[in-house]
């Protein structure tokens, strides 16, 4: 595998990992009881703290890319494993 396909699904796994860590731990001001600005929106997060989040989705992404990567060069789970409909013959033909 080239490294730049290695780059690009991990960047994927990290995206993927960011929209699943976002919403964990996030307070807004009626949870929390603290008094909103002028114009502020009534769901926005009180608590937010971007660092444990990148922390997170860091983790959460080399985790995932590992256990994929794994699999990509051990043949754990492969096409054939998981092709229920028999899909793979009517393509092949």
């Given at each position: 595998m080239e490294w730049t396909s290695i780059l690009a699904?991990?960047?994927l796994f990290w995206v993927i990992s960011a929209f699943i860590i976002l919403p964990f731990g996030i307070r807004n001001h009626a949870e929390t009881g603290v008094?909103?600005?002028k114009g502020q929106?009534?769901?926005a997060p009180v608590n937010f703290k971007p660092g444990r989040v990148l922390l997170y989705t860091t983790l959460l992404a080399t985790f995932a890319f590992i256990l994929f990567?794994?699999?990509y060069t051990n043949h754990w789970v492969t096409v054939e494993d998981i092709d229920f409909f028999g899909s793979i013959e009517r393509i092949r033909g």
């Open positions: 699904i991990y960047v008094e909103m600005v929106a009534d769901g990567y794994f699999n």
